[in-house]
């Protein structure tokens, strides 16, 4: 989302239909906005006030680390998010370094398991992909995934105290398999 459309009461209405079909339904849920770290951000004052003033909950930012389609570039913008000291590291608060969530991305007609590293992933090959469209799929698929890393993750994530988390988020799955790299670890451990 740009935060520059927020004041746009189009865009408004827009994510007011989202929030209705979460209200309508019989889900436990909890509900964010989530913006690109990116140039829209700067000068705009209160926001955060005004998203929960306006849809009682909060804005949450993402580097937008994991949103190409190339995976060079991802290994290289992790490759520097990382030697941030104080970085932004989601995987430290309570929210995101909970086990046993699953993470899906839908594109076009297809849905797909997304690893999470700081951000969702948005990877649409076939090895995320599940083929068919129900709940027992999903959780196939994902459970196929987990065993897969705990088989295959490379030795420095193999001898991790963080292993069981990041196998959860598909980390090393997502390293191993997409970013092609044997022996990679991601994240700061030093923050975590
Ligand atoms: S990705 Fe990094 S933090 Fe996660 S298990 Fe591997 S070495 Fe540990």
Request: charged letters at 25%; glycine letters at 2%.
């Amino acid at each position: 989302m740009y935060t520059k459309h927020l004041h746009d009461p189009e865009y408004q209405s827009l994510i007011d239909e989202r929030f209705d079909i979460f209200e309508k339904s019989s889900l436990k849920y909890e509900v964010s906005l989530l913006a690109n770290i990116d140039k829209s951000i700067v000068g705009i004052d209160n926001i955060q006030k005004f998203v929960s003033q306006r849809w009682n909950t909060v804005l949450e930012y993402v580097p937008s680390i994991m949103r190409s389609s190339k995976p060079e570039k991802i290994k290289s913008a992790l490759d520097a998010w990382k030697t941030y000291k104080t970085n932004y590291n989601i995987h430290t608060d309570n929210s995101h370094k909970s086990f046993n969530h699953i993470i899906l991305n839908f594109n076009k007609d297809k849905i797909y398991l997304a690893p999470f590293i700081y951000e969702n992933g948005a990877v649409y090959t076939e090895d995320y992909r599940v083929h068919t469209i129900t709940l027992d799929a999903v959780y196939s698929k994902y459970q196929e995934m987990v065993e897969w890393q705990y088989e295959n993750a490379g030795e420095t994530c193999k001898g991790c105290d963080y292993l069981s988390q990041c196998v959860t988020h598909l980390i090393p799955f997502f390293t191993t398999t997409t970013l092609n790299e044997r022996d990679y670890c991601p994240l700061n451990t030093d923050l975590l």
